[in-house]
């Protein structure tokens, strides 16, 4: 009995260490598998705890969240609860100076731009003859744009942040009247452009904070702090807080969808998920016209889910990444005012916007255009990607999914003509920064037991390195439209 008893012990040591070498060679499609199947246990044993209902975040912020994400790699996330509230302590520190660097007023230009301008005329328009007869300020646009000597202007069709505007005005101000533009201090006193303005800061703050929780659920606890680091201190991001320009409020939405996407992807047939992404997708197809771009964006990473293995597409995926655009653009023809006014108001911006005469002096540029400008503002962070790029994106299949949607809406985008500026490169800000922090976490590691200290020093020189170009850029320069030849003035290279 012993004899046999012990070589049972010896065959089942023996088949121990098979399995375990054969979960080794299995890789990462098999890691993944234990993980997501080790998660859907976990789901069903904690089906009957009435607290887990409490563990959402509003439609606000876009999404129900779990405490950990189970697609982090194992080496990622806090095993102990004094790390994990370490991390959180952390986090909470970022954000506030995050937010705080948003809004607390530190533009250099004070004045009111071109773009603040158009938006200001739309929200009065809006003031004066109500949401019901909106088709009228559409008929406006288009008479405007009609006379041949009339420049390109923006169209009243970039809804959501002139309505938002509104509601900001109305509820802040009420019936005050718009001050005259002509006023000492216009910019500064009258209650529309206050409205577009805070509405700016608004989103700026809440792309701050959807980006912290995408890191959070793609990459797990420990990426957290490090790239909302990076994202508090982006210094075009914190120049979008200060002015009333639709670009932040369009990065937060663009930021959105590909978190949603990613969600979707990993959790299919999530009735929850699924109604939030369509959501999103047709909110921004009301906030800017550049939703075509991320658009197709989305849909090149849906198209390559079969190679790239990101999670599982499903039809009713397929279906909500068609209705939730279409539902926007079919309030968009309802605002408009038809479907004819609808094409014609975009065939004139394109049509106008080709001839316009600073769009063609500062629009233009070869197919690195966007790296040039990038690489003008933050340049370490260009350079810490573009190296994660090569070395770590093998790593997760997260960083594919980040860097290929950078690609994808990278070789639309460069090919538009006369349509550059660093403004509508916003929407790489959050994957440009997940891959600077992950080259950092790489390089920091050779430290060995000093590589938390090694790379905590490294993301702070590299957010003060940041805070200091926004300093020379859009304090001291008094930098406020974003083309090339402001940078390099800014930076004295043209004098």
Known sequence: MAAGKGFHLKKNRENRRQQKSGEQDAGEEFHEGLVLEGLARSRTRTKKDPCQNRRR???????????????APPDTVS???????????????????????????????????????????????LEKVGILNYPAICQVYLEDQRDPKSITKLPPTRFLYIYTSYLWK?????????????????????????????????????TLIASGLCAWRMLGLRALPPVLALMSCAPVQIHFAQHALIDGVFTFWATMCLWLLWENLRHPNDARRLAVYGLCLGLMVITKENSFFVFLGLAGLIGVNRLAKFGTVTSKLLLVSIVGPLAGVTLLVA?????????EIYRM??????TLQYAVLTGDGPWYRYLVDILLVSPLVLILAI???FTQVRTNRAYVFLVAFVGFTYLIMCNVRYGMNLRYASIWELPLRVMAAAQIGALS?????????????????????DLRQYYIYFMDFGLYELVTEGLVRAVKILK
């Open 57 to 71: 975040f509003g439609v606000a912020l876009a999404y129900p969240f779990y405490l950990m994400s189970e697609i």
């Open 170 to 206: 109305r509820t802040a101000f009420g019936d005050a009247p718009p001050a005259n533009p002509r006023a000492p201090g216009f910019a500064r006193r009258d209650p529309v452009l206050i409205s577009l303005r805070h509405v700016g800061c608004l989103f700026s703050c809440l």
């Open 79 to 125: 095993s102990t609860p004094a790390n994990t509230r370490f991390l959180w302590s952390i986090t909470l520190f970022i954000l506030v100076a995050g937010i705080l660097f948003r809004i607390c007023p530190s533009a250099g230009f004070t004045g009111a731009g071109f773009d603040e301008v158009l938006y200001r005329d739309n929200v009065i328009k």
């Open 335 to 343: 605002l408009a005012g038809g479907i004819g006014d609808f094409v």
């Open 387 to 389: 190296g994660g790029v």
């Open 349 to 354: 911006l394109v049509g106008k916007a080709e």
């Open 445 to 465: 590691a050779r430290f060995g037991s000093r590589q938390t200290l090694v790379a905590t020093l490294a993301i702070v020189a590299l957010c003060a390195y």
